[in-house]
């Protein structure tokens, strides 16, 4: 007989600083609950200190300033039910802290810069997302958060974005093609040259023929679809909303793409757009909507991120649940 109640589940949350992957973490612990989750963050395996980077001119999104050696060593004895030694990068200090002990879990979620850059961390991955947030909204909201909590100045943001740019698009950026799911975070199209990057544009790029995973769909698999929602059912304020979905290749993967532009005015009226949608893995009417309006203030929870981050989270239970699914009844009885 055989039972994998006991199996860990990992699941890679890749993208850059910034872009979002702490809200969507919490919206993880909804899912699963904080005590059956444990969440690494991939900093700890730098192998060089903000001293040593300094010294050896690199950037922490280098792969030569973190240890991918014993990441690997580390996350494989955690999914082999074994309790690891983890080390600490402190960010205050920029220092290298004594390790802690890290027992494995029901769900350990794996973030940050390099969840997908290793072939052999990435082949221990049960299910992966990146988070990628276009240059033009990425400056708008570090913009809004430097100046505003900072005291940063427009020159010194965007020369600190500009200084990573060469290993962002070196070393994180390709990760996007191994993922299960990219969120994609872009200015709306709705208006023109809209300055503020309060209105997004957020595309949710599904990979086909992923073990067990059955993308969301919005009206008719396989079709392509453009609907403009408002008026009775909606509440719409100028621009509106724009859902679009429809299949298309990614880095030579075949995806399905969900993408909404806009925001929602009136976040209980979600449940109509949610009726509309198809395969979202909630396991009762009305269950994403709930989800959703749960936590009105999260970033990003009147348009498409929060929405996005909902399903995906959605798709991740999914998976634990699949995985972890006793299967006595699957096991035939030898006589």
Known sequence: ???????????????????????????????????????????????????????????????????????????????????????????????????????????????????????????????????????????KWKIQRDMAERGHTYEDILASINSRKPDFTAYIEPQRQHADVVIQVLPTELIKDEKEGKILRVRLVQKEDVEGFEPVYLFDEGSTIDWRPCGRKLTCAYPGIKLFYGPDNYFGNEVSVLEVDGQFDNLEEMIYVESHLSKTSTKYYGEMTELLTKHKDYPGSNNGTGLFQVLVGLKMRETYERLTANVEAKVPATV
């Open 1 to 139: 007989m055989t039972n994998q109640s006991d199996r860990v589940v990992i699941i890679g949350v890749a993208g850059d600083s910034g872009c979002g992957k702490s809200t969507f973490l919490r919206r993880l612990s909804d899912l699963f609950g904080e005590e059956f989750m444990t969440v690494i963050c991939l900093d700890d395996y730098h192998s060089l200190d903000r001293k040593g980077r300094k010294e050896a001119g690199v950037t922490a999104l280098d792969p030569k300033a973190n240890n991918f050696d014993l990441m690997a060593q580390q996350i494989k004895a955690l999914k082999n039910g074994q309790a690891i030694d983890k080390p600490i990068y402190n960010h205050e200090t920029g220092e290298l802290d004594p390790p802690e002990r890290i027992e494995p879990n029901k769900v350990i979620v794996i973030e940050g810069l390099h969840p997908l850059y290793d072939e052999r961390v990435r082949s221990l991955l049960d299910f992966s997302v990146y988070l990628d947030i276009s240059d033009e909204v990425k400056i």
